[in-house]
């Protein structure tokens, strides 16, 4: 399969292919002929005298004998190599990536046309698509999911190994409905990526899923939330947060301040390198995705521990210089 091209990855090979057809029927026509032509029960003995050409019938029986049998062999083979499905070979990226978006009730319709258009200017920003095509393989896998108590595969696994490619599935986000909300299910959406890496055709580096959500999980207890984080990471998969208007959700139980920013960090994110992007208001939201797909991207693992980018405007707080340097060496190796 052409690496260049945008196709969402089916989730099984065909059996056989044309090509397989026409190098095995002929031979498999070959086969039925022989065994047409052998008859190995018909002999002359009765039309020739008894002597040397009763031997020569027994040679001649022996021979077409011989033939039936290895048509036959040669014809069992060949069926077995048809009817048996070849085995699918995985693509090979760079990071298997999944963007669950929050579409629930508590984000409006004017947030959620703008977190939407958020997601398709960062897939189409030069910054994002540099990262995607500058590892080591130099493609990534993309699939845009949106959840509230339920979730729906907005747009299936696709392979971005250029630009072109990126353009398409970004298109694709745009193209789709709306949907409504609902309530708030981390658990929910945590449990259902967690199994679409299974069987899509895609072998990857890393498995990201990137949960955005302005609330906690509206529908079960943090240790819910965090036995369905805790069944992703056994999966090996690494979970990271973007945290949208993070004020909306401070609370202040016996004095102890609660905010969604350390809720994610203590019971959603988790893995090697596991980070949360916080966002002050809408308006941050394009800019911190940007900077939050670069770097999910292009340079995972450089948080040893759980980390958090705050977004002041377009500035993200937090950020610091030795991260932006780890950042821009990885890329200049990775080009190399």
């Not at 995607?132 to 959840?147: C, F, I, N, Q």
């Not at 949960?211 to 207890?221: E, L, N, Q």
């Not at 069944?231 to 090996?236: C, I, K, N, Q, W």
Request: glycine share 8%; with cysteine; charged share 20%.
């Amino acid at each position: 399969m052409p690496r260049s091209m945008n196709r969402a990855i089916p989730k099984s090979m065909p059996a056989s292919s044309p090509s397989c057809w026409s190098s095995t029927v002929p031979a498999l026509r070959r086969c039925a002929r022989a065994f047409l032509t052998a008859r190995p029960f018909e002999t002359t003995a009765s039309q020739s005298p008894q002597g040397e050409d009763s031997k020569q019938d027994l040679v001649l029986r022996s021979r077409r004998r011989w033939r039936l049998e290895a048509s036959l062999g040669a014809a069992v083979f060949l069926f077995g190599l048809i009817g048996t499905p070849a085995a699918a070979q995985d693509i090979h990226v760079d990071v298997e990536l999944v963007l669950a978006v929050d579409v629930s009730a508590s984000i409006d319709g004017g947030e959620v046309n703008l977190q939407r258009a958020g997601y398709v200017q960062a897939l189409t920003d030069p910054r994002v698509i540099d990262a995607m095509l500058a590892g080591p393989l130099g493609r990534v896998a993309l699939t845009y999911v949106e959840w509230s108590e339920t979730q729906r595969v907005t747009v299936g696994w696709t392979v971005i190994a250029s630009r072109a490619d990126a353009l398409v599935f970004a298109a694709a986000v745009e193209a789709s409905p709306l949907p409504r909300g609902g309530l708030t299910s981390i658990t929910g959406v945590l449990d259902f990526t967690s199994l679409l890496f299974d069987g899509n055709g895609i072998e990857g580096t890393r498995q990201v899923i990137d949960v955005s959500a302005d609330g906690r999980d509206s529908r079960g207890m943090e240790e819910e939330v965090s036995a369905a984080r805790d069944r992703a990471l056994a999966r090996g998969i690494i979970i990271n947060g973007l945290v949208i208007n993070p004020q909306l959700e401070q609370t202040e139980v016996e004095g102890v301040k609660h905010d969604l920013d350390g809720y994610f960090r203590e019971v959603v994110i988790g893995g090697p390198g596991a980070f949360t992007v916080v966002t002050r208001s809408p308006a941050d939201f394009p800019h911190a995705l940007v900077n939050k797909l670069v770097l999910e991207i292009a340079a995972s693992g450089v948080f040893r521990s759980a980390g958090t980018l705050w977004y002041l405007g377009n500035c993200p707080v937090g950020f610091p210089a030795r991260l932006r340097g780890a950042t821009t060496q990885r890329n200049k190796v990775q080009r190399t």
